[in-house]
């Protein structure tokens, strides 16, 4: 019932901008946080950030001061603005959703980033 579909994904250059949007469906969006995860090849999903349904967002130190996310609660839909890239930003990234702290995530089938030269 929970739909969650990436987009935006691609190669960029370092130094480069993308942004990724999803797209929440089955849900009552602005009840749920919603969040933006990433997985490289051979290394373990980690958070990149969450944004609350008050809009508090939080950061992984290594994206902080180069990412935001961002919430629009009438398109039902959670952006990640990716600037400054890096080649170690390269990996797929997954869209979450939860209904609280004590919640379980549903997920987005994610969308590639490579940041290549």
């Known amino acids: 019932q929970v739909q969650l579909v990436e987009s935006g994904g691609g190669l960029v250059q370092p130094g480069g901008s993308l942004r990724l949007s999803c797209a929440a469906s089955?849900?009552?969006?602005?009840?749920?946080?919603m969040g933006w995860y990433r997985q490289a090849p051979g290394k373990q999903r980690e958070l990149v950030a969450t944004?609350?349904?008050?809009?508090?967002?939080n950061y992984a130190d290594s994206v902080k001061g180069r990412f935001t996310i961002s919430r629009d609660n009438v398109k039902n839909t959670v952006y990640l603005q990716m600037n400054s890239l890096k080649p170690e930003d390269t990996a797929v990234y997954y869209c979450?959703?939860?209904?609280?702290?004590?919640?379980?995530?549903?997920w987005g089938q994610g969308t590639q980033v490579t940041v290549s030269s």
């Open positions: 944004i609350t349904s008050t809009s508090f967002a």
């Open positions: 089955g849900i009552i969006f602005s009840a749920y946080t």
């Open positions: 979450s959703a939860r209904r609280g702290i004590m919640a379980s995530n549903s």
